[in-house]
């Protein structure tokens, strides 16, 4: 910020006289009151002198521009215009021999605003400002994305703590369960016992009293028989009821908890350990002007794709359950001629119609389904964008789910190439696997907002929504070419036809614009007045050479390549 502070006038203070100066002469670097611009300006050797208003001082008093060399402590007056280097008359005096580039600094700044020097100056900066920005965007995604992991790693202590005490619930249930039916088995030794002996207890009071009956009213005979009698009887229960005292057995109910069990707590002494692991993050320092000369080429079109026209096949306008909001992010032929549609909205469907636009049924998924692949007669490939870090293999017959495969991040666009998948996860990368959901590699690539990818064969085609770039790369992420045409806007769905040319939607430009195989030519084949309106996904049939586009509100057309 330029500072409010008085400027003298210099040559008044030389005097020892404390004027305030009116403008500033950037040769003399000092400051002049109107008396002394005026005098200034009449000398021969000053006239030259650029002069500028103090307001205009203020604005560069802070941009330090050394005219004095540092190492000679003299004025710089001379240019080197082969060591690109300012001298002083010491320098030249210094040196062993005179560089015949060596020219009057007046002389070389001559041109000095018109000069590429500035130019590239100016563009580096704005360059450098621009990575800046990206890079503190990049920052600002890397603190979010910490932030998920923080969650992440709560819920997996949350699910974990969860599943433990689920499990000892389990445990404890169990061996409740078991002290139940011992306790109770133990208990009915017990009764049955007590059964026996209420009931011999009962016999000795009947045959006590039988007794005193004998005694008290039978003959001396019947007393004699009955005693001996009664005692035999009494004697053999006698032995019943040792017999019985001998064979019980008293319980004591322990238990032993398992060792695991019983050390946890002095042996577990942390729940988990949280780790950081630390990489180089790929954010790569940018050459605007190189990008800038690369992407804005125009090139004139070629006869190959000026004489490439669309003919229409079929228009139709996908059909609204209870007025739900149609989304459609992604979009095949599938091999039975069908059409297949997400609807990444509300309800977790996709859409399938007839080839002549019938709908036929709305097909239950695990998610909000993103993006399809076809990955032969049978297969499809389904992402869930947002909603799940998982993609899943479904039948194109019965659409069940026969595979889930696991992703490191969410999933968007997917493509299927000779047995591999190459989906779109994760911070700027493409995941590579096999069919059993192996990873293979990870791919790096130039852009964080790439939603939408497609292959062909040996090379990766994805669209760059926010710097309006198509890219084109090898299967092992080693980018071919990128465009960037004024005419898109916010690039989305892409696909590639038999020749490999790319076809790329305009979500926000409203267009269909189809780019050479080489990236050395494009031609705008549909607009808005064709019906384009925030075009979404697009796919192309080989085999039937049909191209079909659906807008975001569910419009679906169908064309023919001619």
Same mark, same amino acid.
């Given at each position: 910020?330029a500072?409010?502070?008085?400027?003298?006038?210099?040559?008044?203070?030389?005097?020892?006289?404390?004027?305030?100066a009116?403008?500033?002469?950037?040769?003399?670097e000092? =400051?002049?009151? +109107?008396?002394?611009?005026?005098?200034h300006r009449?000398?021969?050797?000053?006239? @030259?002198h650029?002069?500028i208003?103090?307001?205009?001082y203020?604005?560069?008093e802070?941009?330090t521009?050394?005219?004095?060399?540092?190492l000679h402590?003299?004025?710089? +007056?001379l240019?080197?215009?082969?060591?690109?280097?300012?001298?002083c008359?010491?320098?030249?005096?210094?040196l062993?021999?005179?560089?015949?580039g060596v020219?009057?600094?007046?002389v070389?700044?001559?041109k %000095?605003?018109?000069? !590429?020097?500035?130019?590239?100056?100016?563009?580096?900066?704005?360059?450098?400002?621009?990575?800046m920005?990206?890079?503190?965007k990049n920052? #600002?995604s890397?603190?979010k994305?910490?932030?998920k992991?923080?969650?992440?790693?709560?819920n997996?202590?949350?699910e974990?703590r969860?599943?433990i005490?689920?499990?000892?619930d389990?445990?404890?249930?169990?061996? /409740?369960?078991?002290?139940g039916?011992?306790?109770?088995?133990?208990?009915s030794?017990?009764k049955?016992?007590?059964?026996?002996?209420?009931s011999?207890? &009962?016999?000795?009071?009947?045959? $006590?009293?039988?007794? /005193?009956?004998?005694?008290?009213?039978?003959?001396?005979?019947?007393l004699f028989?009955?005693?001996r009698?009664? @005692?035999?009887?009494?004697?053999s229960?006698?032995?019943s009821i040792?017999?019985?005292?001998? %064979?019980?057995?008293?319980? #004591?109910?322990?238990?032993?908890?398992?060792?695991l069990?019983?050390n946890?707590?002095?042996?577990?002494?942390d729940?988990?350990?949280?780790k950081?692991?630390?990489?180089?993050t790929?954010f790569?320092?940018?050459?605007y002007?190189?990008?800038?000369?690369?992407?804005?080429?125009?090139?004139?079109?070629?006869?190959?794709?000026?004489?490439?026209k669309?003919q229409?096949i079929?228009t139709f306008?996908?059909?609204?359950?209870?007025?739900?909001?149609?989304?459609?992010r992604?979009?095949?032929?599938?091999p039975n001629?069908?059409l297949?549609?997400? @609807?990444y909205?509300?309800?977790?469907?996709?859409?399938?119609y007839?080839? !002549?636009g019938?709908?036929?049924r709305?097909i239950?998924?695990s998610?909000?389904?993103?993006?399809?692949?076809?990955?032969?007669? @049978?297969?499809?490939?389904?992402?869930?964008?947002? !909603? %799940?870090?998982?993609?899943?293999?479904? $039948?194109?017959?019965?659409?069940?789910?026969e595979?889930?495969i696991? /992703?490191?991040?969410? =999933?968007?666009?997917?493509?299927h #190439?000779d047995g591999?998948?190459?989906?779109?996860?994760?911070?700027s990368?493409?995941?590579?696997?096999?069919?059993?959901g192996?990873?293979?590699?990870?791919?790096?690539?130039s852009s964080?907002?790439?939603?939408n990818?497609?292959?062909?064969r040996?090379?990766?085609?994805?669209?760059?929504?926010?710097? $309006?770039?198509?890219?084109c790369?090898?299967l092992?992420?080693?980018?071919?070419?990128?465009?960037?045409?004024e005419s898109?806007?916010?690039?989305?769905?892409?696909?590639?036809?038999?020749?490999?040319?790319?076809?790329?939607?305009g979500?926000?430009?409203?267009?269909?614009t189809?780019?050479?195989?080489?990236?050395k030519d494009? &031609?705008?084949?549909?607009?808005?007045?064709?019906?384009?309106?925030?075009?979404?996904a697009?796919?192309?049939?080989?085999?039937?050479r !049909?191209?079909l586009i659906?807008?975001?509100?569910g419009k679906?057309?169908?064309?023919?390549?001619?």
């Amino acid at each position: 910020m330029a500072s409010d502070k008085h400027v003298p006038c210099g040559p008044c203070k030389f005097d020892d006289f404390t004027i305030e100066a009116g403008s500033w002469c950037t040769n003399c670097e000092e =400051g002049l009151c +109107e008396d002394c611009e005026n005098v200034h300006r009449k000398i021969k050797l000053l006239r @030259n002198h650029k002069v500028i208003s103090i307001e205009d001082y203020r604005k560069i008093e802070n941009v330090t521009i050394s005219l004095v060399c540092e190492l000679h402590g003299e004025n710089l +007056e001379l240019f080197c215009q082969n060591h690109d280097k300012a001298l002083c008359k010491a320098c030249i005096r210094s040196l062993n021999k005179l560089c015949p580039g060596v020219v009057p600094i007046s002389v070389a700044s001559k041109k %000095a605003r018109q000069s !590429t020097a500035l130019s590239d100056l100016e563009k580096e900066i704005q360059g450098t400002l621009l990575n800046m920005q990206e890079f503190t965007k990049n920052r #600002e995604s890397a603190t979010k994305e910490i932030e998920k992991q923080e969650l992440m790693v709560k819920n997996i202590v949350f699910e974990t703590r969860t599943k433990i005490n689920r499990y000892l619930d389990k445990l404890q249930e169990k061996l /409740l369960l078991k002290l139940g039916s011992i306790s109770d088995n133990c208990k009915s030794k017990n009764k049955e016992l007590l059964q026996k002996l209420e009931s011999k207890t &009962k016999l000795l009071i009947k045959l $006590n009293e039988q007794t /005193l009956q004998l005694k008290q009213l039978s003959s001396d005979i019947q007393l004699f028989l009955g005693t001996r009698q009664v @005692n035999e009887r009494i004697v053999s229960e006698i032995k019943s009821i040792k017999s019985e005292m001998s %064979a019980t057995k008293d319980f #004591e109910l322990k238990v032993d908890i398992h060792s695991l069990i019983e050390n946890f707590s002095k042996k577990v002494e942390d729940f988990g350990q949280i780790k950081v692991l630390e990489s180089c993050t790929e954010f790569e320092f940018r050459n605007y002007k190189m990008d800038q000369a690369q992407i804005e080429a125009s090139v004139p079109a070629s006869g190959i794709l000026s004489n490439m026209k669309l003919q229409l096949i079929k228009t139709f306008q996908m059909k609204r359950e209870n007025d739900f909001v149609i989304d459609v992010r992604g979009c095949v032929i599938l091999p039975n001629g069908n059409l297949l549609m997400t @609807n990444y909205s509300k309800q977790n469907q996709l859409v399938e119609y007839k080839y !002549t636009g019938e709908h036929m049924r709305d097909i239950q998924v695990s998610a909000l389904p993103f993006f399809i692949a076809v990955i032969d007669p @049978n297969r499809i490939a389904v992402t869930y964008g947002d !909603t %799940a870090k998982f993609m899943e293999i479904r $039948n194109t017959h019965s659409f069940r789910a026969e595979k889930e495969i696991r /992703l490191p991040s969410n =999933g968007y666009g997917v493509s299927h #190439e000779d047995g591999r998948l190459y989906v779109k996860s994760g911070n700027s990368t493409i995941q590579v696997m096999d069919l059993s959901g192996k990873q293979l590699e990870t791919l790096k690539l130039s852009s964080d907002s790439v939603l939408n990818i497609t292959t062909s064969r040996d090379k990766i085609f994805y669209t760059d929504y926010k710097k $309006n770039i198509v890219h084109c790369c090898r299967l092992n992420g080693e980018e071919l070419w990128q465009v960037k045409r004024e005419s898109v806007s916010h690039p989305y769905g892409v696909t590639v036809d038999h020749d490999r040319n790319v076809y790329v939607v305009g979500l926000v430009s409203n267009n269909l614009t189809i780019i050479q195989q080489d990236g050395k030519d494009s &031609k705008t084949l549909l607009t808005e007045s064709d019906g384009l309106f925030y075009p979404q996904a697009v796919d192309f049939d080989m085999d039937k050479r !049909t191209l079909l586009i659906c807008n975001k509100g569910g419009k679906v057309s169908m064309y023919k390549v001619v």
